[in-house]
């Protein structure tokens, strides 16, 4: 059997171990680039609909000092050093469609500390013909956006 062949083979069942560590839900939104006005405050807010509902996983990587400096050579943090970590959603390799700029909110999880969280897809990682995750890049939103 050749590599090909056998990366086909293994696939599917590398993805369902994947998809088995994705024990978190989320529900995928969109911005319409529409405004509505908010029925609670009275507030306009820019308009979203739901694109997608799927299983995920947060995930963490890095904690890595190192030195935040300015274009202009200045330290933001005093000289210090901060750690810098990278936060990424994994969702099933079939969940397609999704655009950078979408919001994922977490609606369950095991971990409570993870519900009713916002994320921002800034990118798309784990752009490769094997894949056995979509892991994108993204940013947690502060409440109330």
Not at 8 to 33: H, N, S, V, W
Not at 38 to 47: A, K, N, R, S, Y
Not at 48 to 76: F, H, L
Request: aromatic share 4%.
């Amino acid at each position: 059997m050749d590599v090909l062949s056998m990366v086909q083979t293994a696939l599917p069942r590398r993805r369902e171990q994947a998809e088995r560590l994705m024990t978190d839900r989320f529900k995928i939104q969109r911005y319409t680039g529409e405004t509505v006005t908010d029925p609670d405050t009275g507030v306009d807010v820019q308009e979203m609909t739901q694109v997608a509902e799927s299983q995920g996983k947060v995930q963490t990587s890095g904690g890595i000092a190192s030195q935040v400096v300015t274009a202009s050579g200045d330290s933001s943090n005093v000289g210090g050093n901060v750690p810098v970590w990278s936060l990424y959603l994994h969702f099933p390799a079939s969940l397609t469609g999704l655009r950078e700029k979408d919001v994922a909110v977490c609606t369950a999880s095991d971990d409570p500390d993870l519900i009713g969280r916002k994320f921002r897809l800034v990118n798309l990682q784990s752009e490769k013909s094997h894949a056995t995750a979509r892991r994108w890049n993204v940013q947690e939103m502060p409440e109330g956006d």
